[in-house]
């Protein structure tokens, strides 16, 4: 269990402390839920009057806002990136194995790190690299010649392809699934004609990966991830998709092939993405977005109908239909007006 002074906690998040620094603090919890020997965080005004009413032994918070404050106090001026560090502090998420289990197989040409887990009936294969540090959970497939750098770790079930390659300190949630093969088909005459997907997936540092996310190999050339990168759950990375540097992506998102995004992007849940096409640096597209063409510029970018009564989207989409029409009627409008006012 976890338990800290208030005072050892502040010098650990570099923070001002405000009130008795003896109080002892057992955990973190939401605002509208603390209790007395936990701490808590205020980070949006618009919960002001919870603030008030907070049982918490402690909150974080601005020093805009220490005055509505009747508890000791964390002074800071990111109250939530120091939410995620004291979480890191506080976090008691078991490794994904503790040792090496006797049903794991492990080929004997596999070159493994100093202090490396693998847990029960995971598959390590010929030529595969396994890094210091590396924690393999229950149920993984590790490839021949696949390379995972120090400090990765893999949740149950993860399964990665040959060949590929994943960075350092990177995170891998239970079914992820990467270097599988791209879609990848030529027709004859109306029958699908396989093509070997000959690249691979590469990974840099510090990646997280979500739980069911798909990563294809390249059909030539890799599909790579940048270093930084968080991917949520149950996204489709076709294959030769380039996504830059600490770029992060919703949970249900799809890319088409050959997409590249830049560094810095922030992807909405549930977008889909066409393929080669190039995404600028800094962009955020809001969540569904449909993202046909490229975007050249910074900036957030949406698209879709908002939700609405049934009557009135029919009416809408009844509307959009007759887009072509009534513009078709509008030019006509204005040629005719541009012709009287010439008179």
């Known amino acids: 269990m976890f338990s800290m002074r208030l005072a050892d906690l502040a010098k650990q998040l570099n923070a001002q402390l ?19 020997g936990q701490i808590t965080f205020f980070s949006n005004s618009a919960y002001q009057a919870q603030l008030s009413a907070c049982q918490a032994s402690a909150v974080v918070l601005t020093e805009a806002d220490l005055p509505c404050c009747r508890s000791a106090a964390l002074v800071v001026k990111n109250p939530y990136l120091t939410y995620a560090y004291m979480a890191q502090l506080m976090d008691t998420t078991p490794l994904p194995a503790q040792e090496v289990a006797s049903s794991a197989v492990i080929s004997p040409t596999a070159t493994l790190g100093k202090d490396f887990c693998i847990g029960a009936n995971s598959v390590i294969e010929a030529g595969a690299v396994l890094g210091d540090n590396v924690v393999i959970g229950p149920g993984c497939f590790i490839g021949k010649c696949a390379r995972i750098g120090a400090g990765t770790r893999l949740w149950a079930n993860v399964t990665i392809y040959h060949e590929v390659e994943i960075g350092q300190n990177c995170l891998i949630q239970s079914g992820a699934v990467i270097g599988s093969d791209g879609f990848g ?12 997907q000959l690249g691979t997936v590469i990974i840099g540092d510090r990646v997280e990966i979500g739980a069911c996310t798909t990563i294809d190999r390249g059909a030539l050339d890799n599909t790579l991830i940048g270093n930084g990168v968080i991917i949520d759950n149950q996204c489709q990375i076709a294959h030769n998709v380039v996504i830059g540097d600490n770029t992060a992506i919703a949970g ?39 993202v046909m063409r490229p975007i050249t510029e910074p900036g957030v970018y949406s698209s879709g109908i908002p939700l609405q009564p049934n ?10 239909m007759n887009i072509d029409e009534l513009s078709k009627r509008l030019k006509a409008v204005e040629r005719k007006v541009e012709k009287d006012d010439s008179r």
């Not at 998102?253 to 849940?269: D, E, N, R």
């Open 18 to 36: 405000q009130g008795d620094g003896d109080l002892v603090i057992t955990g973190i919890a939401s605002m509208h839920s603390a209790l007395p």
């Open 185 to 196: 088909y030529a027709n004859e005459r109306g029958k699908w004609i396989k093509i070997p």
């Open 252 to 290: 249900g998102v799809i890319m088409a092939g050959s997409l590249k995004i830049g560094c810095y992007c922030q992807i909405g849940g549930a977008s889909v993405m066409n393929g080669h096409i190039t995404i600028a640096d800094k962009v955020v597209v809001t969540g569904m977005g449909m």
């Open 311 to 320: 009557k009135v989207w029919r009416k809408t989409t009844a509307l959009v």
